[in-house]
């Protein structure tokens, strides 16, 4: 009788808090992405490789172009998180987005706009062009 009264005191369960280098991290965060893109992700998969992830101790800050990539990326944060802290084996791990509206898109550029290009880094260009007779095909 003595024993079944005695409060029952629920174990606190300790969270894993193991080091990690940024290296692990990053290799966890491609391999997620992958699975994601084989889900069928693809617009998630393209964010998290938009850049790269910077580890500060146990917090990653992630850089994105724009708020709107920030909104779905924060939509789908917590099933990484959740991979992170599991195959990273550390629960205090915190991700920190930034958005910076500054990232350039990289434009393939086609011959027209490398002559214009190379016109006004050196306008002797055209000389040469006419000199010689030389056209630009597409």
């Known amino acids: ?4 009264s005695k409060s029952y005191v629920k174990p606190t369960s300790v969270f894993l808090t193991e080091e990690f280098n940024e290296t692990d ?5 491609n391999k997620y992405a992958e699975r994601l893109g084989q889900k069928g992700l693809k617009i998630m998969e393209s964010i998290l490789l938009i850049s790269d992830p910077v580890l500060n101790g146990t917090t990653i ?3 994105l172009p724009n708020e709107g990539s920030k909104l779905d990326f924060e939509g789908q944060m917590n099933g990484l998180l959740g991979y992170l802290k599991g195959h990273l084996h550390n629960h ?3 991700i920190e987005v930034i958005v910076n509206e500054e990232i350039k898109t990289v434009r393939s550029l ?4 490398r002559y214009n290009r190379f016109l006004e880094i050196n306008p002797n260009i055209e000389l040469l062009r006419s000199t010689f ?3 630009l095909n597409d």
């Open 1 to 4: 009788m003595e024993a079944s």
């Open 61 to 63: 800050s992630y850089e």
């Open 133 to 135: 007779g030389l056209e």
């Open 25 to 29: 991290m990053r290799l966890h965060w």
């Open 110 to 113: 086609n011959d027209q706009d």
């Open 92 to 94: 205090d791990i915190t």
